[in-house]
């Protein structure tokens, strides 16, 4: 079966969440700190924890500001609803049931108590005392009349009489099951002889009491079988992790005294040994090698294969932990990167290390921190599912915080296949733990008001920005995807450079003067300064990246950037300058088509530059533009060249504005070729 929908009520921050959806494979959770998250997670679990796990308590668990209630015993724990779950049945559920219930579900909820209550949605009504209560007192009248009066000195009670009895025993909500299905059950059959044959009304009348009460039977017992088949919830907080390094006999000692004094490293070392196939004591005493008698050869052979088959657990278990940390973990052997895991036992130590690429052991804890954890994982998880946990929900809280954000992404996949088996719930602050195809997996969680507490949306909508932002983090990183897209990649400085290198190549390609490899994505990076953090990142992808710079001083302290020079060399670093031969100091990109822009100016502007232009040849024209005109925009100059050029063709612009802008096209072309 699978959780389908949840709801928390009454717990720490939680007053009601609403029911909300869970997804039938993986549920993502996400919203900001304080919203209430874990709350949710640990109420979830009492749905039906593991063995050992702690259970409510009203005065640790019971809202904070209610509690006063409890105290003064207005309300009573055993009456309190915290958690209420419903699922939805599968193949081999459904193979329990009565063949005529059809599409029915299970429920069921916690109460503060602890107390655990369960219902079927759907299928035969439930019945009760009073459904059957007229029908049982019409049937106790015809046995009246079919009873032989009592010999003389002989007490003899009617039917009736033993009925009404029952009645004022059971009120008539009483449901008709166990017990008290019963007691009913056992009247009508005790009397079922005495029914006429012949009344054929009180024959249908007996046969519909019997499959009334067999209704309560078999909702009983299929409540019975679905309780038995619930999964057992599973939560993580702070994973447990393995000791790198495990003293066998003392951990042995500990257990056995049941002074386990760091239990988290301990739990975690219990996992991995149960992995093995070991208990902690078997192993210690397979370490310790001078109890063994050497002259006992029979006892040494026995001592040999108990070695032999614990060498090959381990190594089985290297083999299994390696290949799901690999998957995850994806090593680059170029950086010397490594995951596989050697488990060794030498005497009463089992150390956990790791190979590198030269074949070099080093312990778990002289790696990463996110590796640490991954490997830790796996361990507590491949022991967990293959032990009495393998019919389990998971609940994760902020799985791979110390991960960086690529190994979260892969993690988030990892996750995906672990919830095909074993359905998961998580909850996340990062991005890179939601997926953008996922969205239909998210609740947002959130708190506003510490009276109306907890609320969970099954819709992606929220009233605080903060509950949302890992959804925009994701959106934004989505989108800056499309960036790495195009293997030819020319970055400019803004979004007006983009808007006029593509006007002038789309005149000069219909006019056949020069071709701009369609090939090529031109990139805004907003200015001068970020273009240097576009070309390593597009370079870092392993893409083709040049570049256009103004040539005045942003563009130049940005062209002599180490970082630029050193990823894109010099050839591919093109500057405005390079196309002009007017001679502009400080040449922009505008200077290019100088004369071009100061007829776009006087329409888009009203106001004619060109005298200052040609008495000013060798300032540029952007900035005699600022000078002359008020309401100057270089975005709407931009956009009024866009406009000219659908009006013109290429033989509008001058000679040198076309060989300026050929050479430009030319360069760019070689510079990605």
């Known amino acids: 079966m699978r959780l389908s929908k949840v709801r928390v009520q009454n717990y720490r921050s939680v007053i009601d969440t609403g029911?909300?959806?869970?997804?039938?494979?993986?549920?993502?959770?996400?919203?900001?700190?304080?919203?209430?998250?874990?709350?949710?997670?640990?109420?979830?679990?009492?749905?039906?924890?593991?063995?050992?796990?702690?259970?409510?308590?009203?005065?640790?668990?019971?809202?904070?500001?209610?509690?006063?209630?409890?105290?003064?015993?207005?309300?009573?724990?055993?009456?309190?609803?915290?958690?209420?779950?419903?699922?939805?049945?599968?193949?081999?559920?459904?193979?329990?049931?009565?063949?005529?219930?059809?599409?029915?579900?299970?429920?069921?909820?916690?109460?503060?108590d602890n107390s655990f209550h369960h219902d079927l949605i759907g299928g035969p009504e439930r019945p009760t005392v009073q459904t059957i209560a007229d029908d049982l007192r019409r049937l106790a009248k015809h046995l009246d009349s079919q009873a032989t009066p009592a010999a003389e000195g002989e007490t003899k009670t009617l039917p009736s009489a033993?009925?009404?009895?029952?009645?004022?025993?059971?009120?008539?909500?009483?449901?008709?099951?166990?017990?008290?299905?019963?007691?009913?059950?056992?009247?009508?059959?005790?009397?079922?002889?005495?029914?006429?044959e012949n009344n054929e009304i009180e024959i249908k009348r007996l046969e519909m009491l019997r499959q009334q009460i067999s209704v309560g039977h078999e909702r009983m017992k299929a409540l019975e079988e679905l309780q038995s088949r619930l999964p057992i919830f599973i939560y993580y907080n702070n994973y447990l992790r393995a000791r790198p390094i495990i003293h066998l006999a003392n951990l042995a000692r500990r257990q056995a005294s049941g002074a386990l004094d760091d239990e988290q490293y301990d739990y975690g070392n219990l996992c991995l040994l149960r992995l093995l196939g070991f208990n902690v004591e078997e192993l210690s005493k397979l370490g310790d090698v001078a109890n063994?008698?050497?002259?006992?050869?029979?006892?040494?052979?026995?001592?040999?294969?108990?070695?032999?088959?614990?060498?090959?657990?381990?190594?089985?278990?290297?083999?299994?932990?390696?290949?799901?940390?690999?998957?995850?973990?994806?090593?680059?052997?170029?950086?010397?990167?490594?995951?596989?895991?050697?488990?060794?036992?030498?005497?009463?130590?089992?150390?956990?290390?790791?190979?590198?690429?030269?074949?070099?052991?080093v312990e778990l804890d002289q790696r990463s921190e996110g590796f640490q954890w991954l490997t830790s994982?796996?361990?507590?998880?491949?022991?967990?599912?293959?032990?009495?946990?393998?019919?389990?929900?998971?609940?994760?809280?902020?799985?791979?915080?110390?991960?960086?954000?690529?190994?979260?992404?892969?993690?988030?996949?990892?996750?995906?296949?672990l919830s095909e088996s074993n359905q998961t719930l998580y909850t996340t602050h990062s991005p890179f733990m939601v997926g953008p195809?996922?969205?239909?997996?998210?609740?947002?969680?959130e708190l506003n008001d510490r009276r109306a507490?907890?609320?969970?949306?099954?819709?992606?909508?929220a009233n605080d920005p903060a509950a949302l932002l890992p959804l925009q983090e994701a959106l934004g990183y989505d989108l800056a995807q499309s960036l790495f897209t195009q293997k030819k990649n020319l970055v400019v400085e803004g979004i007006t450079d983009l808007w006029y290198v593509e006007g002038v190549a789309n005149l000069l390609r219909e006019?056949?003067?020069?071709?701009?490899?369609?090939?090529?994505?031109?990139?805004?990076?907003?200015?001068?300064?970020?273009?240097?953090?576009?070309?390593?990142?597009?370079?870092?992808?392993?893409?083709?990246?040049?570049?256009?710079?103004?040539?005045?001083?942003?563009?130049?302290?940005?062209?002599?950037?180490?970082?630029?020079?050193?990823?894109?060399?010099?050839?591919?670093?093109?500057?405005?300058?390079?196309?002009?031969?007017?001679?502009?100091?400080?040449?922009?990109?505008?200077?290019?088509?100088?004369?071009?822009?100061?007829?776009?100016?006087k329409d888009a502007f009203g106001v004619d530059v060109s005298a200052v232009a040609t008495k000013q040849a060798q300032r540029p024209i952007v900035d005699i533009m600022s000078d002359e005109i008020n309401d100057f925009s270089k975005y709407k100059l931009a956009k009024g060249f866009l406009r000219w050029c659908r009006d013109h063709t290429a033989s509008d612009l001058t000679d040198s504005e076309r060989q300026a802008c050929k050479k430009l096209i030319d360069a760019a072309n070689k510079a990605l070729k």
Not at 561 to 571: D, G, I, M
């Open 292 to 361: 063994q008698d050497p002259s006992n050869a029979e006892k040494l052979d026995v001592f040999r294969q108990k070695l032999d088959e614990r060498r090959y657990a381990l190594n089985a278990a290297e083999v299994r932990l390696s290949e799901g940390i690999r998957e995850v973990w994806r090593p680059d052997a170029s950086k010397g990167e490594a995951a596989q895991l050697r488990i060794e036992a030498d005497g009463q130590y089992l150390v956990v290390s790791v190979l590198d690429d030269v074949g070099v052991a």
């Open 162 to 196: 033993e009925l009404i009895q029952l009645l004022g025993k059971y009120t008539s909500n009483f449901y008709l099951q166990s017990a008290v299905g019963k007691t009913f059950e056992d009247w009508v059959e005790k009397h079922a002889i005495d029914v006429d």
């Open 437 to 445: 195809d996922e969205l239909d997996r998210v609740r947002v969680v």
């Open 511 to 601: 006019a056949s003067i020069a071709d701009l490899d369609e090939k090529i994505s031109i990139i805004p990076a907003g200015d001068a300064g970020k273009v240097v953090y576009y070309a390593t990142i597009l370079h870092a992808q392993n893409l083709k990246v040049a570049t256009l710079l103004d040539s005045d001083n942003a563009g130049d302290t940005a062209a002599k950037q180490e970082a630029l020079v050193h990823t894109l060399k010099s050839k591919a670093i093109l500057r405005a300058a390079d196309f002009d031969s007017a001679g502009v100091k400080n040449c922009e990109t505008e200077d290019l088509i100088r004369s071009t822009l100061v007829a776009v100016a």
């Open 453 to 461: 507490g907890t609320k969970v949306h099954t819709t992606i909508a």
């Open 377 to 417: 994982f796996f361990i507590v998880f491949f022991a967990e599912v293959t032990d009495k946990h393998e019919n389990a929900i998971l609940l994760l809280d902020e799985p791979g915080v110390s991960l960086h954000a690529l190994k979260q992404r892969d993690f988030r996949n990892t996750i995906s296949r």
């Open 19 to 112: 029911e909300f959806e869970a997804d039938l494979t993986k549920t993502i959770l996400v919203g900001p700190n304080e919203a209430g998250k874990t709350a949710v997670m640990k109420a979830i679990q009492q749905i039906n924890p593991p063995e050992g796990a702690v259970g409510f308590d009203a005065q640790r668990d019971y809202p904070r500001r209610l509690y006063n209630d409890i105290q003064t015993k207005k309300v009573l724990p055993k009456n309190v609803t915290v958690v209420t779950a419903e699922f939805s049945l599968d193949d081999e559920d459904i193979r329990e049931l009565p063949t005529h219930w059809a599409g029915v579900r299970y429920k069921c909820w916690r109460n503060m």
